[in-house]
């Protein structure tokens, strides 16, 4: 009867650390290539208050200057502060970063915009933005602080309003890759050519005359930033490193994902409107395709490859507490409510 028992005993544990063992690996299938992100606190769209949570992203911003300054956490730091992405809005006083592949295109008509009605509230927008060829030229011409022989010190001393827009950075990997790199891309300019066969022969080895219609896969891109360690072009860089951080004070900083809260207390801030077009205005940024993608591409990705961009991209996680891709609310960012 002993012996009958302990049989049983025997094949009940047996039965257990098996199905422990399954379950452990499927976990770490599930796993692989994930980071677990800090991501305590209220979703961005559950705070009561938006200016509650501008002055926690303001503390976090602070924080992430002194780390910047120190060249803590092994990340990217730029020493010289390149102030070619900055625009300044005369008629509405208003300085603001355009940080590319972060909604900046629909900001940059808005403000245009914007800037026209505060002389001629009779402003047709719709005709006006029908005879731009190319926004971010007229932009660039018009109101580009190069342009405008205008230091950003010197822009900064006349106390204007100042904003930028930052986005989660895994969907900002994965619009970067769709739109300018991978198979799908919509945009072919010549401009990124030179990026992709790059990408081609440090990842993939590829010798000699590489065509021009070849891409790297998303995870070539992905080692590809790794091991420039973010040091590339600007529509792939980290955002921070493109926000001259240590000596410019935002006013306010906006997540694309909630651009169009955001959108109306910055109108309301510069006493005036202007409509806000694009993917992120009215609309759920999870039913967004870089989101979705997102969520498809980077499981399947090497989990150091993961961890490593992730190292790289720190600060931009850290500035909004953005959530995983693993995260149900993904890509939203958190806001720890005190």
Avoid at 65 to 80: A, P
Avoid at 199 to 218: A, H, M, N, Q, Y
Wanted: overall charge positive; some cysteine.
């Amino acid at each position: 009867m002993r012996t009958y028992l302990r049989y049983w005993i025997l094949l009940a544990l047996s039965v257990t650390v098996l199905l422990w063992s399954s379950f452990n690996q499927t976990q770490k299938h599930q796993m692989a290539g994930l980071v677990k992100l800090s991501n305590h606190g209220l979703p961005l769209n559950q705070v009561s208050n938006l200016e509650l949570a501008q002055e926690i992203i303001r503390e976090r911003l602070n924080e992430t200057r002194s780390l910047m300054k120190t060249k803590s956490r092994g990340t990217v730091y730029t020493k010289k502060c390149n102030y070619g992405l900055f625009n300044y809005y005369n008629n509405i006083h208003t300085l603001f970063l355009a940080v590319p592949k972060s909604g900046s295109t629909n900001w940059k008509r808005s403000l245009l915009i914007a800037n026209l009605v505060a002389v001629n509230p009779m402003t047709n927008s719709t005709a006006v933005l029908k005879d731009i060829e190319n926004i971010h030229s007229k932009t660039k011409n018009e109101f580009g602080l190069q342009h405008l022989n205008l230091p950003l010190d010197s822009a900064i001393r006349g106390d204007p309003f100042i904003f930028a827009v930052m986005r989660n950075p895994w969907t900002r990997l994965v619009s970067g890759y769709k739109k300018k790199l991978g198979p799908m891309r919509k945009d072919n300019h010549s401009f990124f050519i030179p990026i992709r066969e790059e990408i081609l022969r440090e990842i993939r080895k590829v010798p000699g005359r590489i065509d021009k219609s070849l891409s790297p896969t998303f995870g070539e891109f992905v080692e590809w930033l790794v091991l420039h360690k973010g040091l590339v072009e600007k529509h792939f860089a980290p955002q921070s490193t493109l926000m001259c951080l240590p000596q410019t004070p935002y006013d306010i900083m906006v997540p694309i994902e909630h651009a169009e809260q955001y959108s109306e207390m910055i109108w309301a801030s510069l006493g005036t409107h202007s409509d806000l077009s694009g993917p992120y205005d009215g609309s759920d940024a999870q039913s967004q395709s870089s989101t979705i993608d997102a969520i498809k591409w980077l499981p399947q990705l090497d989990r150091e490859l993961i961890e490593e961009f992730y190292k790289v991209y720190k600060y931009d996680f850290d500035i909004m507490n953005y959530s995983n891709f693993t995260d149900v609310d993904f890509p939203y960012p958190h806001i720890q409510e005190y």
